[in-house]
């Protein structure tokens, strides 16, 4: 099956629903995209379906961190510490240009002997599990010089490391095209409503279109839940989950420039927080707090929140005197963190992941998005009991072909070519092959080629205006009021690949507009 969507291909729906299939995939984010790829490669007829867009909730609202979790280490989680930091070298090894390497200072105000040496031993096993060793402890001056911004006052040293960081909307398009191109099948805006019984067991799903309204009944010789948060809505069975919300600010690199990331504990409470580079602009993040609005509608920054995080941000950075108005954007998504039954602070609470089954259905929540892989096979696991006839060790392979540099008939940077190669996989020539001459630059204020806008809309299952600018480009996140300043472009580079008319693209805009201010600006202030 072709990795690419092209203009009409939801016209083929009635067919790709009438087939019979060994795994239905409910899903579209990071978990199921992983499921979906393990489960094509291996010779399973795989269907995915998502009810909104591809990467549309957690999985495009994380902390864009592929990292082992230092604070998992510290809190005992060795398995899980060890698991993630070999998918994250698995990922830097398969992923370049997707996930890359980021670097993190961590500035020490005169921290007792002992909290250092603890942190100095997890980072030691950090290193053994990657394989690799470096040197973590700088005096005073050295780590100035590496975090120059830092506050000087009390600056005892600091301790430096290495993680990784991604886009998280691109990780999950990257595993579905890799899907697709072994077979697996994806439709975005096709909500599961009900399960499909024969008997006590089930055997497949209810689905609706959401952007055409039919409806159709899809048969399956088993049936995944990769809801993330929402999972289990369907079978009122899987894993208990206690869903806690992360939110993010977004600020101008040069408001904030960073060199590398930049981990510090919170004044308050003393909960790590951390800013790092990210596509252009740099990243701040994250609360931590029990997420009590329902799941209905789309999570955003509370006034507390965006308080939390800037209070630790002037206390880090108090020469750069750094102020609400200085935020592009802000983003918040909700974490599937499996209940362990404890009522204990949110940042204790685990990120393993959890699987349960009966007849017909598989259900998985919980875990990382650096661990996706590590989950699918989990699940695949727990799948060949009831997939009779098909056997596979499940051995992990890598996790993407190896995709080659794109070539383009002007000379680009490297830099440039990786990172579309790491995001668009085999399809990164086809993208430059479509540019036009004046779209090959970047987007000012981002990394975001022009050209990659007309790519999504042309071969990437965009559907609605956020779609795009949102999930296929980060641009809604990235520039002032959701990048309203470039929409005359867009719209002439976007508008005839959708084959939107006029009164459709106004409507999208308008729309966009809304949902921007709702959920990615700032929080009303408190009376």
């Known amino acids: 099956m072709s990795a690419l969507w092209p203009t009409g291909w939801r016209a083929a729906l009635p067919e790709l629903c009438a087939r019979e299939w060994d795994i239905l995939v409910i899903g579209g984010g990071i978990t199921g995209a992983g499921i979906l790829l393990e489960a094509s490669r291996r010779g399973l007829r795989a269907l995915l379906v998502e009810g909104r867009d591809f990467a549309w909730g957690t999985s495009s609202r994380s902390s864009k961190l592929v990292h082992g979790g230092l604070r998992y280490l510290a809190q005992g989680h060795l398995k899980l510490t060890r698991e993630a930091v070999r998918e994250r070298e698995a990922l830097l090894r398969d992923?370049?240009?997707l996930v890359e390497p980021q670097g993190f200072a961590f500035a020490d105000y005169g921290a007792s002997g002992r909290k250092r040496r603890t942190m100095l031993a997890g980072l030691a096993?950090?290193?053994?599990?990657?394989?690799?060793?470096e040197a973590h402890w700088l005096d005073a001056s050295a780590f100035a010089l590496r975090a120059p911004n830092a506050a000087r006052d009390g600056l005892?040293?600091?301790?430096?490391?290495?993680?990784?960081?991604?886009?998280?909307?691109?990780l999950v398009l990257r595993t579905i095209a890799e899907a697709r191109r072994h077979g697996g099948a994806a439709v975005n805006y096709l909500a599961a409503q009900a399960l499909l019984f024969d008997g006590d067991r089930i055997a497949g799903a209810c689905l609706r279109d959401g952007v055409a309204g039919g409806q159709f009944e899809v048969r399956a010789r088993l049936v995944i839940d990769a809801c993330g948060a929402w999972a289990g809505m369907l079978s009122a069975s899987g894993p208990p989950l206690r869903p806690l919300r992360g939110s993010h600010l977004i600020l101008p690199a040069w408001r904030l420039p960073l060199a590398q990331a930049i981990s510090l504990m919170h004044p308050t409470d003393g909960r790590p927080v951390f800013a790092f580079p990210w596509e252009g602009a740099t990243l701040v993040g994250t609360t931590d707090v029990d997420h009590k609005d329902g799941l209905t509608k789309e999570a955003a920054i509370t006034r507390a929140e965006l308080d939390y995080l800037m209070t630790a941000l002037q206390a880090q950075f108090p020469q750069l005197g750094l102020q609400e108005a200085d935020i592009l954007a802000t983003y918040a998504g909700v974490r599937p963190v499996v209940d362990s039954g404890g009522l204990g602070a949110p940042s204790k609470a685990g990120r393993e992941h959890a699987i349960a089954s009966q007849q017909g259905l598989v259900s998985v929540a919980g875990g990382k998005l650096t661990t996706f892989r590590a989950i699918a096979l989990d699940?695949?696991?727990?799948?060949?009991?009831q997939l009779h006839g098909w056997n596979d060790a499940l051995a992990p392979?890598?996790?993407?072909?190896?995709?080659?540099?794109?070539?383009?008939?002007?000379?680009?940077?490297?830099?440039?070519?990786?990172?579309?190669?790491?995001r668009y996989g085999a399809q990164a020539q086809a993208l430059l092959d479509a540019a036009r001459e004046d779209e090959l630059d970047t987007i000012p204020g981002t990394e975001t080629l022009w050209a990659e806008l007309r790519w999504a809309a042309r071969a990437e299952a965009v559907q609605q205006l956020d779609d795009l600018l949102l999930r296929r480009t980060r641009i809604g996140l990235l520039l002032r009021a959701g990048g309203q300043e470039h929409l005359a472009r867009i719209r002439a580079i976007c508008q005839p690949e959708l084959g939107w008319l006029d009164e459709r693209w106004e409507q999208e805009a308008a729309g966009y507009a809304r949902?921007?201010?709702?959920?990615?600006?700032?929080p009303e202030a408190q009376a």
């Open 95 to 97: 992923a370049p240009g």
């Open 156 to 170: 005892a040293g600091g301790i430096v490391y290495t993680d990784a960081k991604t886009d998280d909307a691109r």
């Open 125 to 133: 096993l950090y290193d053994l599990f990657a394989g690799r060793r």
């Open 515 to 522: 949902l921007w201010q709702a959920h990615y600006s700032l």
């Open 397 to 422: 392979c890598r996790i993407y072909d190896p995709a080659p540099l794109p070539q383009s008939a002007r000379r680009l940077p490297a830099s440039i070519l990786r990172r579309l190669a790491g």
């Open 379 to 385: 699940t695949l696991r727990e799948a060949q009991g």
